[in-house]
């Protein structure tokens, strides 16, 4: 049933919905087009939405990944035949303007309108495409006039779908509107159209509010009744700030430059080759004839050295646990109306870690840096009180590795060869030029990438200043020990860099407080210190290396999905670079938006 909330704030005497009338489910809203309708400048931003095809769609950004969408169970259970009516009073409605409009202007409504509106509405509502609408029924109601004889239902209910996606449009714009700015667009679709008369004479009828001070405007009793009937698709909450320099940055030309210029070094370095033609390969690298089995876009290019491509990020971390989150939004359990407060750690000693993987997925070599003027040889190997001594007290070496009393951090074994980790030390835990070269030279002279047996390795980083630094390139064009290095798109890393990936960055941060809470428990059963010191790192790291850089499987799939290998341009692919897409202006068809917003003269 529908109810009326009499509302005498400005513009009052709105409505509210009990059931939600403009949701769609995903699967909905692939049956359905986008629009493309022209807006003029709205507050301080241009207005732009999606590319036409005549019809309306309402997306979201979000990924399904498992499970039923969100909302998708309650257009599920919406009763059909509620929805079937709601559409037909849309028809009704819409029909009724268009005739009119096209009678302002002497002619005839076009072939295909009501056809167009039918097909509009019961996308809007959930209908499938071979739901029954009488047309006669339709063009009944119309013509005596009985459009609006089905209680309160205002006439902007043809409009908020339009709104709802204009919403939309502007947040993936990172240029979201306020609830004010929101009230202010409804006006503004609105104002001199013929809809506007038809609000304006449905307040007339239903607005005690509107009766008394005729106010054009609609006004905030509207506005909370579009956000109870869109509840599923409009939200409002605090913004989110996106550093200007990084919008600039973050566009689809400057990916794909990215990308063009990254992959034709690979093939100077002997680490790619060309194909004759762009091919679609999928995940594996593999070439497949058909985009839907395909991962990414068609590419010209083929890596074939997997193993010498390399990829590294740094990850700052802490003994202190303050900052910690939950696991993966793990629940605790307390007393109703209590809250589950934790023990925690407040020793703090900085550090950084770095983890080399290769394109095949092979983490190479983990690089510890300690905040600290100079390194301890106790950090670097490490101390676990709990692990059980072995053999006689001097037998050191018997007791240096992982689960063992001096842990040592992980170790990566290349081609038959073990690079232990890399500590080092710098006053505040960051990386330095100096130390960059010392994990290269660490790798070099392991004699891993061999230069006589393949090409020089490359290596993708970020735009750091210590990338730029004389001692860093001098070392890197050393002939006795090359080093091809690309530096991708600054600002951007959280799109292309492998190490900023959920499954390196993201599962390394979970595993790390996973494992200091663990060394702590063992800690507290002991009746031992409650803290972590310096001589803890490498052994919590070496725990939280296999769940996260160590994971072959999952580094794979981070550099597949961000266009490393296969080189595959992926990233071009993400819903908000495609926003980004500078493409050419094609002559706009006329939908029933256009249609309806005419203006009156």
């Given at each position: 049933?529908?109810?009326?909330?009499?509302?005498?704030?400005?513009?009052?005497?709105?409505?509210?919905?009990?059931?939600?009338?403009?949701?769609?489910?995903?699967?909905?809203?692939?049956?359905?087009?986008?629009?493309?309708?022209?807006?003029e400048n709205f507050g301080e931003g241009e207005m732009r939405t999606a590319d036409a095809e005549g019809s309306v769609s309402q997306q979201t950004t979000s990924t399904i990944t498992g499970g039923r969408p969100k909302g998708a169970t309650a257009a599920a259970v919406r009763d059909v035949g509620q929805r079937h009516e709601i559409a037909?009073?849309?028809?009704?409605?819409?029909?009724?303007?268009?005739?009119?409009?096209?009678?302002?202007?002497?002619?005839?409504?076009?072939?295909?309108?009501?056809?167009?509106?039918?097909?509009?509405?019961?996308a809007r509502n959930g209908l499938p495409e071979e739901t029954f609408m009488n047309r006669s029924t339709i063009v009944n109601r119309v013509s005596q006039k009985m459009g609006h004889?089905?209680?309160?239902?205002?006439?902007?209910?043809?409009?908020?779908?339009?709104?709802?996606?204009?919403?939309?449009?502007?947040?993936?714009?990172?240029?979201?509107?306020?609830?004010?700015?929101?009230?202010?667009?409804?006006?503004?679709?609105?104002?001199?159209?013929?809809?506007?008369?038809?609000?304006?004479?449905?307040?007339?009828?239903?607005?005690?509010?509107?009766?008394?001070?005729?106010?054009p405007k609609l006004g905030m009793g509207y506005w909370r009744g579009f956000m109870k009937r869109n509840k599923e698709l409009v939200t409002a909450k605090q913004g989110v700030k996106f550093e200007s320099k990084r919008a600039d940055w973050c566009t689809y030309n400057n990916f794909e430059a990215m990308y063009e210029q990254v992959y034709k070094e690979m093939v100077a370095g002997g680490i790619a080759v060309e194909f004759p033609n762009k091919e679609w390969l999928n995940k594996e690298?593999?070439?497949?004839?058909?985009?839907?089995?395909?991962?990414?876009?068609?590419?010209?290019?083929?890596?074939?050295?997997?193993?010498?491509?390399?990829?590294?990020?740094?990850?700052?971390?802490?003994?202190?646990?303050?900052?910690?989150?939950?696991?993966?939004?793990?629940?605790?359990?307390?007393?109703?109306?209590?809250?589950?407060?934790?023990?925690?750690?407040?020793?703090?000693?900085?550090?950084?870690?770095?983890?080399?993987?290769?394109?095949?997925?092979?983490?190479?070599m983990c690089a510890i840096i300690f905040a600290a003027k100079t390194l301890e040889d106790e950090w670097v190997l490490g101390l676990d009180p709990f692990a059980e001594w072995v053999g006689d007290e001097n037998n050191l070496l018997a007791n240096s590795g992982k689960n063992k009393r001096y842990p040592q951090g992980p170790v990566c074994t290349v081609d038959g060869v073990n690079l232990p980790?890399?500590?080092?030390?710098?006053?505040?835990?960051?990386?330095?030029?100096?130390?960059?070269?010392?994990?290269?030279?660490?790798?070099?002279?392991t004699g891993i990438f061999a230069r006589d047996t393949g090409p020089p390795p490359f290596l993708i980083l970020d735009g750091h200043g210590s990338r730029f630094d004389?001692?860093?390139?001098?070392?890197?064009?050393?002939?006795?020990?090359?080093?091809?290095?690309?530096?991708?798109?600054?600002?951007?890393?959280?799109?292309?860099?492998?190490?900023?990936?959920?499954?390196?960055?993201?599962?390394?941060?979970?595993?790390?407080?996973?494992?200091?809470?663990?060394?702590?428990?063992?800690?507290?059963?002991?009746?031992?210190?409650?803290?972590?010191?310096?001589?803890?790192?490498?052994?919590?790291?070496?725990?939280?290396?296999?769940?996260?850089?160590?994971?072959?499987?999952?580094?794979?799939?981070?550099i597949a999905n961000r266009g490393w290998g296969p080189l595959n341009y992926n990233v071009l692919n993400h819903s908000e670079i495609q926003l980004t897409k500078t493409t050419l202006k094609m002559a706009p068809k006329t939908t029933t938006l256009e249609m309806l917003l005419l203006p009156k003269n």
């Open positions: 049933m529908f109810q009326t909330q009499q509302n005498k704030e400005e513009g009052g005497g709105e409505i509210s919905f009990d059931s939600q009338l403009n949701e769609l489910t995903s699967a909905e809203q692939n049956d359905t087009h986008n629009i493309k309708h022209t807006c037909m009073r849309e028809i009704c409605d819409l029909y009724a303007v268009a005739q009119e409009n096209f009678k302002d202007a002497n002619r005839r409504v076009k072939n295909g309108t009501l056809a167009m509106i039918i097909t509009e509405a019961k004889r089905h209680g309160r239902v205002s006439p902007m209910l043809a409009i908020e779908p339009y709104m709802v996606e204009l919403i939309h449009q502007l947040a993936r714009m990172r240029n979201p509107i306020s609830v004010s700015d929101g009230l202010r667009l409804a006006n503004s679709l609105i104002s001199g159209t013929k809809i506007g008369d038809s609000v304006n004479s449905w307040r007339q009828t239903h607005s005690s509010a509107y009766r008394s001070n005729k106010n690298g593999v070439v497949v004839l058909e985009e839907k089995d395909a991962l990414g876009l068609q590419t010209k290019y083929n890596l074939i050295c997997p193993d010498r491509l390399l990829f590294v990020d740094e990850v700052g971390s802490n003994t202190s646990q303050t900052k910690d989150g939950n696991v993966g939004g793990e629940l605790f359990l307390c007393g109703k109306g209590e809250r589950p407060q934790q023990r925690s750690a407040h020793k703090d000693a900085h550090f950084t870690v770095l983890g080399f993987t290769a394109a095949n997925g092979n983490p190479i980790t890399y500590c080092c030390a710098s006053e505040n835990g960051s990386i330095t030029a100096e130390l960059l070269v010392g994990m290269l030279a660490h790798m070099d002279k004389l001692l860093f390139l001098e070392y890197i064009n050393n002939p006795e020990h090359n080093w091809n290095v690309c530096i991708g798109v600054p600002y951007g890393t959280s799109y292309w860099q492998v190490g900023d990936s959920t499954e390196q960055n993201g599962c390394y941060k979970m595993a790390i407080t996973k494992a200091k809470r663990e060394l702590l428990t063992k800690k507290a059963d002991h009746r031992q210190e409650f803290s972590l010191n310096k001589v803890d790192i490498v052994g919590i790291v070496s725990t939280a290396w296999d769940e996260s850089f160590g994971q072959v499987t999952s580094n794979r799939t981070a």
